[in-house]
Every structure is written in C-alpha cells, then in structure tokens.
C-alpha cells in the first residue's frame, strides 16, 4: 500500500510537468507557425482570443453537464 502511494506521489507530479510543458512548447510553436505565415500577428491574436473564450466555455458546459448526472 505504501509503494503504491509512494508511486503515485511521484508520478502526479512528474505527469503534470510534462503535460504543461508539452502544452506551453505546442501553442508556442502554433503561434510561431502563425507569425510567420501570411496572417503574421494577427493570427496569433485570433488564436488567443478564440482560446481565452473557447475554454472557459467549454469548461462551462462540461460542469453543468456533470452537474446534471449528478
């Protein structure tokens, strides 16, 4: 029993710094991408913007799905 919270308390985390950094180095290299396309800052703009609205609503509707079940 204490090996295995001794495993988790290490491997939680361990999974959460990869997780932001594999994030943080994706919508880096998006907004790289952006820039140096056509739509230049602009696009990294849009792209921002559609995330600072998208996800809270997303998490929205995710809760009061949830909410509903239960």
Known sequence: MKKDRMMMAVLFPLLAVVTVAT??????????????????????????????VGVPTVAFLLERMTEKRG
């Open 23 to 52: 994030l943080a180095f994706g919508l880096g290299g998006i907004f790289i991408a952006l820039n140096e396309t056509g739509a230049g800052h602009w696009g990294a703009i849009i792209i921002g913007a559609a995330l600072v």
